[in-house]
């Protein structure tokens, strides 16, 4: 990252504000079920399911299907990676926002 903070150091893919939310309320859980996120987010059922499969392919989430008894259950987690990613993001974020004074440390 460059010393001056510009908005093209952020991680684009977690940018995207559906993505954003999904990744901001995985990282506050050890994991999650698919209907909560369907719930949290508002998205439909393709939206999501398309979004987390942009997450997965980057290594940001990992998709896990069980069963519970005989009902379908989907679980995700953000990766070791994903949540590296996302405090990257939130730390080139944040000096967007309050970039810091010339001169200080």
């Not at 990613?85 to 944040?94: D, G, K, V, W």
């Amino acid at each position: 990252m460059s010393a001056t903070p510009r908005w093209q150091d952020l991680d684009r893919l977690i940018h995207e504000p559906a993505r954003l939310m999904i990744v901001t309320l995985l990282y506050a859980v050890e994991e999650a079920d698919f209907l909560y996120l369907l719930h949290e987010t508002g998205l439909t059922k393709g939206n999501l399911s398309t979004h987390l499969s942009k997450l997965e392919e980057a290594g940001y989430v990992r998709i896990t299907k069980t069963f519970r008894g005989k009902i379908p259950r989907t679980l995700v987690a953000l990766t070791p990676e994903g949540r590296q990613a996302f405090e990257t993001y939130r730390q080139r974020l944040s000096h967007l926002i309050h970039p810091p004074i010339q001169g200080d440390p």
